[in-house]
């Protein structure tokens, strides 16, 4: 290797980070030793430096912030026959057991033993080296460069939401609530599976503006709540704002086969199960209050299909290199923001004020790997 330092940009403690040198990790017979060059930031990386946990995971010791990773094989374990030094890989983040009866049964996902990038009590890939088994490093083909390769993780999110669990094919219609980076990448994954109508739902008119542009067909900016108005009669009278005004119907060929919820927001996901059609999908990959209100009677009446997403799990890495390799998302357009690896804190501060100091607003930034 031609450094020998592992600088590493570690989380502290809540608001606090600091630059380390870390010992270069070891690899076994079966792993690769990867130098990290772009890592994009990812809102649970922001959670953990605002907050010190998600739900049950607590930041107790230092830690290594980033997942969403890719660089150059720079070393290989003595049964590695795939990958070869030199080689450009997207990094999927977590090793699970490989022994469980959720490993066996194809949901790696849900392996209760997963050792996960940034998820305490394990460091991150924001460092000079991270070593993982050879077959989480996925070669980029030639025409991918490795920002793309870095958002392989949040489009394999998308992938496994759209097309793994929702099933999604051609000439159907989704609806996706929250035009965030997971949001506008399950939109990408719509259309480029041959979606017929991908309606984006957000807040936000900056958002839905980029929606547009990139892979919404239409788009709604939902009203605020009257005064008074209580959380569940809002929630049924702006799904009839958005049925009314996009002339969507419960059943037929005007109707949403899949809804995914990439907000999180309460009133989002109760919308969702109330636009859906009649035997349709609901998807929940967004995160937001741990116990909700949601509308049993319609879920039950309608016959839905109500699942949630973790994740990714077995071929969706490969489907999501595929889809941009061919040219059917497009991932770098995304990538508002680049860093040196010296102003990762920068980045951060950026993907927080949503803004950067240009006065762009942030979609996704990318730290590159130090130097």
């Given at each position: 290797m031609a450094n020998e330092s592992n600088r590493s940009f570690v989380l502290k403690g809540v608001e606090s980070t600091a630059f380390e040198e870390r010992k270069i990790p070891e690899i076994g017979a079966h792993d690769v030793l990867v130098e990290v060059k772009k890592t994009g930031i990812c809102g649970s990386d922001i959670h953990y430096l605002a907050h010190g946990r998600i739900g049950d995971f607590v930041v107790k010791e230092p830690m290594v912030l980033g997942h969403e990773s890719?660089?150059?094989v720079v070393a290989t374990g003595s049964l590695v026959k795939d990958l070869k030094v030199g080689a450009k890989v997207a990094l999927e983040p977590g090793r699970s057991c490989t022994r469980c009866e959720s490993c066996k049964s194809g949901r790696y996902q849900l392996c209760p033993d997963m050792i996960f990038a940034a998820t305490p009590p394990y460091d991150g890939t924001l460092a000079r080296y991270y070593s993982l088994p050879a077959d989480l490093a996925y070669e980029l083909p030639a025409n991918m460069s490795l920002?793309?390769?870095?958002?392989?993780?949040?489009?394999?999110?998308?992938?496994?939401?759209?097309s793994t669990l929702g099933q999604f094919h051609s000439?159907?219609?989704?609806?996706?609530?929250?035009?965030?980076?997971?949001?506008?990448?399950?939109?990408?994954?719509?259309?480029?599976?041959?979606?017929?109508r991908v309606i984006g739902?957000?807040?936000?008119?900056?958002?839905?503006?980029?929606?547009?542009?990139?892979?919404?067909?239409?788009?709604?900016l939902p009203p605020k709540p009257e005064e008074g108005e209580n959380k569940i009669d809002y929630s049924r009278r702006v799904t009839d704002l958005l049925a009314k005004g996009l002339d969507i119907e419960q059943r037929g060929p005007k109707a949403i086969d899949l809804v995914i919820d990439a907000s999180g927001a309460e009133a989002c996901i109760r919308m969702g199960i109330y636009l859906v059609k009649y035997g349709g999908t609901h998807i929940q990959v967004g995160m937001g209050s741990p116990e909700i209100v949601l509308p049993i009677t319609t879920l039950i009446a309608k016959e839905l299909r109500v699942l949630g997403s973790f994740r990714y799990g077995p071929g969706d890495y490969n489907l999501a290199i595929s889809l941009v390799a061919q040219g059917k998302i497009d991932v770098k357009s995304l990538i508002t923001h680049e860093y040196p690896f010296e102003k990762a804190d920068e980045a951060f501060a950026t993907t927080r004020a949503g803004k950067g100091a240009d006065g762009k607003g942030v979609i996704k930034a990318v730290i590159n790997g130090p130097k």
């Open positions: 890719a660089g150059i920002e793309e390769g870095a958002l392989m993780e949040p489009l394999s999110v998308g992938i496994h939401s759209v000439n159907q219609s989704i609806a996706v609530f929250g035009a965030g980076p997971v949001g506008l990448l399950c939109m990408a994954v719509a259309r480029a599976l041959g979606a017929k739902i957000d807040i936000v008119k900056e958002r839905l503006a980029f929606a547009t542009s990139y892979a919404a067909t239409d788009v709604f």
